[in-house]
């Protein structure tokens, strides 16, 4: 059975910084394109990052670009979100995401995504 399980999360102040992970379980993350999305109360899920299967493209929208960066390990089925300079406005619930079809590109429309992680909180204050 196919399971995404993010984990990092925490409390942090303005500037610091947070790894979260994503360990997939049940096949193979590593043909799969995975996304990042964030939602914080009252907003629509927002994807930050997403990284092709080859692991040699990654995407960015500009609210994160330069702070935020996403990774794998292909030998711990496992894709990484290193956000960086924190800020109180990237405070939200993040889920990681994989579509149902390997090889398939990046998007950050939500519906292009078939599984799921449970989702792990990140509080930027002081």
């Known amino acids: 059975q196919a399971q995404l399980v993010e984990s990092g999360g925490g409390l942090v102040q303005p500037g610091g910084s947070l790894r979260l992970s994503c360990a997939a379980s049940g096949f193979p993350l590593n043909r799969f394109a995975t996304a990042w999305f964030r939602q914080a109360p009252g907003k629509e899920r927002e994807g930050v990052s997403c990284i092709r299967s080859s692991g040699e493209s990654t995407y960015y929208p500009d609210s994160v670009k330069g702070r935020f960066t996403i990774s794998r390990d292909n030998a711990k089925n496992t894709v990484y979100l290193q956000m960086n300079s924190l800020e109180p406005e990237d405070t939200a619930v993040y889920y990681c995401?994989?579509?149902?079809?390997?090889?398939?590109?990046?998007?950050?429309?939500?519906?292009?995504?078939?599984?799921w992680g449970q989702g792990t909180q990140v509080t930027v204050s002081s």
């Open positions: 995401a994989t579509p149902n079809r390997p090889w398939k590109g990046c998007t950050f429309e939500s519906g292009g995504y078939d599984y």
